[in-house]
């Protein structure tokens, strides 16, 4: 079978869509070396990801519209190229031509609740008339969880049987890290020696992260555990999300002098991090997947999430759970972990045990079945 892959996001996005293509392909490889990949692009990339027996990388210049690449060049390329099967790592496409289509849908928030994604309304136009083409030209639909599944069936009104849900892996490099190291490594990333409390993700207004300082602010109340609350993750407009501003998340903090914004990291200073982290939050509104539970518990951090969406899917019985609109119990989740040492130690354990069940290699194998059963094979 002959596989054509949309990989424009390497070199681009850093995490997200990027960290999701390049997990695939880290694998596919693997698990279908009797396959054969067209890898298109439309900028040149020098990445040893793409130096497989199987892959070949193929560069059509965009010009000056995506739009136009996906449905002028790509449709008509991918025919003379015989693809049996094209995959879009994401739904920011139109692309339409006689190839069997599967689109990778993560995320469909923005349509769920104003509270969960704010957009100007032209972002949200468009990227609604976006998805709902794609909805009609797609042969079948990948996304990373069971609970975003339901979403796209219920509000995009797509027939269950053209969904499959296949869950995102971690990296390998996300393990425990040898703790006699650590604190300088901690020290150079900028957290110094103290203990801390971290959150990894955006800073757009789904994160929840007002939320989470005033649980921070309850949690420095209430007990006498002066710890740091460490922020990872860029103010970007993703998607047209608006992204708030540090400054605007610790205004009226009581300790916002204990709150650091790191603002991006690298995945080695993010396992670092996870490592030296007392528990991992993720205060989010909504979560398609959750991958820094993921993370965090492949390195043996304690983690707590709001009980919503496709969170406490991902976290199992690893995890603490909390109403993101209630401080209180944010903070009250904190207080547990960091009190109760023994159930701090099982979260560590069960977390370990968890995050094995994401492994790449199985997510590509899964893949690999969705490409198959597009081309009726």
Known sequence: MRIGIDIRVLGRNRRGFEAYARGLLKRLHEVAPDDEFVLYIDHPVDDDILARSNYRAKVIPSGAHSLLWTNRALPRIAREDGIDVFHFPSSNTWFASGVKTVVTLHDISFMLRNEVAFMPFYTKAYTRLLLWRMRDKADLLITDSEASRRDICAYMEVQESRVRVVHLGVDERFRPLDKEGLKSQLVGIGVGSRPYLLYVGGLDARKNLKTLVKAFDIFRDETNYNPLLVVVGEARKAMGNIATKPDSIVAGARNREDILFLGYASDEDLVSLYNGAMLLIIPSLYEAFGLTAVEAMAC???????????????????????????????????????????????????????ARLFSWKEKARQTLQCYRECAGL
Request: glycine fraction near 10%; charge should be negative.
């Open 300 to 354: 043996g951090t304690p983690v707590i999430g709001s009980n919503n969406a496709a969170i406490p899917e991902v976290g199992g019985d690893a995890a603490l759970y909390f109403s993101p609109n209630e401080p209180e119990q944010m903070a009250h989740c904190m207080a547990r972990v960091l009190s109760e040492p023994e159930l701090a130690q099982r979260m560590r354990l069960r977390g370990l045990e968890r």
